[in-house]
C-alpha cells in the first residue's frame, strides 16, 4: 500500500510504506506450550481429572442436568448391550436349522426386543442433548462471570506486570471453549459406555478380537493427540497478536473516536494495519495445516492396516470353523459397534484433553487472579475520616527503574482542599493512587487516622473515597446509574437530582429523552449521547453524590466551559469543610481555591504552600504559571 501526500511541494514525491504491526511474542513463564510433552499416555493418565473437574463444574449449576445426564448416559450403555446381546440370540436363529417361516419365528422376540432397546437408546441420546443443553449456557455464563470478576478484583499494579494481558486472552479463550467441555465429556462417557458393552459381548466371541480393535483405533488417539499439539502450539504462537489485534479492533470501530479517525486519515492505514496483522495470525495457521495433515494420513492409514488386520482375523475364524457361522455374523455387528464406540472414545476423549488444556488456562489466569486479589487486613476506617498522613511513600511500578512517586511525606487534614500540580510524569496521578488505596506503597506507609492502608479491607477505604480520574468512564448505563454508580443511597431520585443540580446538568438530563432513564450510549437503540463536558460534569456529579470523607478530582473541568468550571470549584469551595477534597490540575489558577499546594517534580514534591506564595517563590510553579499565561 502506497500512502502519497497532496501538498504541491511534495506531489510527487514518494513518501514511505505504512509501517507494519510490531512482532508481539507471548514468552517466558507462561509462554510454553504444555502440549509440548504431551504423549496418549499422558492424555489417558489426565482424563479422570478433566472427567472430575467438569462434573464438579456441571454440579454447581444445573444438579438436575447433571443427573439426568448421567442417567441417559447409562441408558444408552445398557440399551447398547442388550442391542448386541438379542443380535446374537437373533442371528442363532436366523443362520440356525429349519424353515425360513420357523427360523424369523424364532428370532422374533430377539428382534423386538433389539427394536425397543434401540429406540429406547435413541430417546435417551436425545435426552442427553436436552440435559447438555441446559447445563452448557449456564456453564459458559458462569464461567464468562468469574473471568469479569477476577479482571475487576486484581490488585491494580497487576495490569501492569508481564504477561498479564496476554494470560488474560488466554483465559478468554478458555471461556469460549467451556461450551465444549460438557459435549465432548459427554460423548466421551456414551462411548465409554457402550465400548464396555461391545467389548463384553466381542470378548464373549472370541478373546483375540478386542485387542485387534483396541489396535485398530490406537493410531487415531495418537493422531489427535498430535494434532492437538499443533493445533495448540498455534495457540500460543497467536495469543499477543489476537489480543493486540482485538484491542485495536475495538478502537478502530468504537463511535466516539470516529471523527479523530475520519479527519486525521487513518482510515486506510487502520485496514491495513488489520488485515497485516490478521494475514500474520493466519499464515501461522495455515502453515500448521500441513502437518495436521500428515498426521492425519499417517495415523489414518496405519489405523487402517490393523482394521484390515481385524476383519482378516475375523475372516479366518468363520472359514476356519472356529467360530460357529451365527457367532461370526454377530461378531460383525459387534466389531462394527466396538470399533465406533472406540474410536469415538478416542476422539473425544483427546478433545476433551484438548479443550481442557484452554481451560487450564482459564483456570491458572483465575487462581493466579485469585492470588492478586487483595489481601490487606480487616481493620477499618472512620466514616469521618481526619486526617490522612503519607509517611516517606515510595512506589516504582513493575518493570520499571525509577520510581513513579519516591520519598514523599504529606499530612491531608478535613476541612482542607490539597491541590497537586506538576508537569506529565511527575507522579501526581500515582500519588493519588496511593492516597485511596488502589496502589500499595513499596516503601512507607500511607495512614488513614492512623490505619495503614497495607493492613486495611479495600473495600472499607473504597466506601469513603469519591474518585474523578482523569479518564473518566462513560458508562452505557442509565443516566441515573451513571450518577449513582448502581450504589444508591435512596429509594427516590430527589438525591440524583441535587447532584445534577450541583453540576448544572439538570436541563441537559431534562432534554433526554427519558431524562434519569434515558441509556447513555448511543451506539445503542433508544440511547443518547452527551458532549464531553456534559460527561465531564456528570462525573464530577458521581463524586458529589456520594457524600465521602475523601473528594479527589483529576483535571475535573478539563473539557467544560468557563461556566461550568465556575460552578463546579464553587461547589467543591462549599463542600469542602466537611471532607478531605484533593485536586490535581494543570490549571494553575484553579489552585487559588485550594488551602494548600504541592508541586511534584520526577515522584518528589519540591514546592508546597498557597497559592500567593508560591507565584513569587521563583519555583516550578511561578514558571509553569508564567507558561500558562503566556499562551
Known amino acids: 500500500m502506497q500512502v502519497t501526500v497532496t501538498d504541491a511541494s511534495t506531489e510527487h514525491a514518494k513518501t514511505p510504506p505504512p509501517p507494519p504491526p510490531a512482532t508481539i511474542t507471548f514468552e517466558g513463564k507462561y509462554g510454553k506450550n504444555p ?51 438379542f443380535t446374537a440370540r437373533a442371528m442363532t436363529h436366523i443362520l440356525g436349522a429349519g424353515t425360513v417361516p420357523e427360523r424369523l ?192 494420513l499417517a495415523t489414518s492409514a496405519l489405523g487402517g492396516v490393523f482394521l484390515l488386520g481385524t476383519w482378516a482375523t475375523l475372516a479366518w475364524l468363520a472359514t ?100 497537586v500540580v506538576g508537569e506529565n510524569g511527575s507522579g501526581k496521578s500515582t500519588l493519588v493512587k496511593l492516597i485511596i488505596g488502589v496502589l500499595l506503597a513499596d516503601k512507607g506507609r500511607v495512614l488513614w487516622d492512623g490505619t495503614d492502608l497495607a493492613h486495611a479491607d479495600p473495600d472499607a477505604v473504597w466506601k469513603r473515597t469519591a474518585l474523578v480520574p482523569q479518564n473518566f468512564a462513560c458508562w452505557p448505563l442509565r443516566t441515573r446509574e451513571n450518577i449513582t454508580l448502581g450504589q444508591p443511597r435512596t429509594h427516590d431520585d430527589q438525591p440524583v437530582w441535587e447532584a445534577i443540580d450541583a453540576v448544572g446538568m439538570r436541563e441537559a438530563v431534562e432534554k433526554l429523552p427519558r431524562q434519569l432513564d434515558t441509556l447513555l450510549a448511543k451506539e445503542l437503540w433508544g440511547g443518547a449521547e452527551l458532549s464531553g463536558g456534559q460527561w465531564q460534569r456528570l462525573a464530577c456529579g458521581r463524586a458529589l453524590y456520594r457524600q465521602t470523607a475523601l473528594v479527589i478530582l483529576d483535571e475535573p473541568t478539563s473539557q467544560m466551559d468557563p461556566r461550568g468550571e465556575h460552578g463546579i470549584f464553587g461547589r467543591i469551595k462549599a463542600i469542602a469543610g466537611e471532607r478531605i477534597t484533593i485536586i490535581v490540575t494543570h490549571r494553575l489558577e484553579n489552585t487559588k481555591i485550594a488551602d494548600h499546594i504541592v508541586v511534584m517534580e520526577e515522584g518528589r514534591i519540591t514546592e508546597h504552600g498557597r497559592y500567593e506564595d508560591l507565584i513569587h517563590a521563583g519555583g516550578t510553579f511561578s514558571d509553569l504559571l508564567r507558561l500558562s499565561q503566556e499562551r
Open 35 to 85: 502440549l509440548a510433552e504431551a504423549s496418549f499416555a499422558a492424555m489417558c493418565r489426565r482424563l479422570p481429572t478433566v472427567l472430575r473437574h467438569t462434573a464438579r463444574m456441571a454440579w454447581s449449576v444445573d444438579r438436575p442436568g447433571v443427573v439426568l445426564l448421567l442417567i441417559c448416559q447409562f441408558l444408552t450403555g445398557a440399551t447398547a448391550a442388550i442391542v448386541l446381546a
Open 105 to 296: 419365528h424364532g428370532a422374533l422376540p430377539s428382534l423386538i426386543v433389539v427394536t425397543a432397546a434401540a429406540g429406547l437408546g435413541r430417546v435417551g441420546s436425545a435426552v442427553s442433548s436436552y440435559a447438555d443443553g441446559r447445563i452448557t449456557p449456564l456453564l459458559t455464563t458462569e464461567a464468562d462471570i468469574a473471568l469479569v470478576a477476577a479482571v475487576c478484583r486484581v490488585e491494580a499494579s497487576a495490569f501492569g506486570e508481564d504477561g498479564f494481558a496476554d494470560r488474560q486472552e488466554a483465559a478468554e479463550v478458555g471461556v469460549t471453549r467451556t461450551r465444549l467441555m460438557v459435549q465432548d465429556a459427554q460423548r466421551f462417557m456414551a462411548a465409554l459406555i457402550r465400548m464396555i458393552a461391545a467389548s463384553g459381548v466381542i470378548t464373549a466371541l472370541h478373546p483375540l478380537m478386542l485387542p485387534l480393535l483396541l489396535l485398530a483405533v490406537l493410531p487415531a488417539g495418537v493422531g489427535a493427540v498430535l494434532s492437538a499439539r499443533v493445533d495448540y502450539e498455534t495457540h500460543y504462537l497467536n495469543v499477543g497478536d489476537r489480543n493486540v489485534r482485538s484491542m485495536m479492533r475495538w478502537w478502530a470501530t468504537y463511535s466516539r473516536y470516529g471523527d479523530e479517525v475520519r479527519a486525521n486519515g487513518m482510515t486506510g492505514y487502520l485496514v491495513y494495519w488489520y488485515r497485516a496483522l490478521s494475514d500474520r495470525i493466519d499464515r501461522r495457521t495455515l502453515t500448521a495445516a500441513p502437518r495436521m495433515l500428515r498426521i492425519v
Open 320 to 419: 476356519t470353523g472356529r467360530v460357529a457361522l451365527p457367532v461370526a455374523a454377530t461378531a460383525v455387528v459387534a466389531v462394527q459397534t466396538t470399533l465406533g464406540a472406540l474410536s469415538q472414545f478416542v476422539i473425544h476423549g483427546a478433545a476433551m484433553f484438548h479443550t481442557s488444556l484452554y481451560l487450564a488456562d482459564m483456570r491458572s489466569f483465575l487462581d493466579m487472579a485469585e492470588e492478586r486479589a487483595p489481601r490487606r487486613g480487616e481493620l477499618t476506617v472512620p466514616e469521618h475520616v481526619e486526617e490522612i498522613q503519607l509517611d516517606e511513600v515510595v512506589y516504582r511500578y513493575p518493570g520499571k527503574d525509577e520510581p513513579a512517586v519516591d520519598g514523599v511525606s504529606l499530612t491531608l487534614r478535613r476541612g482542607q482542599i490539597l491541590a
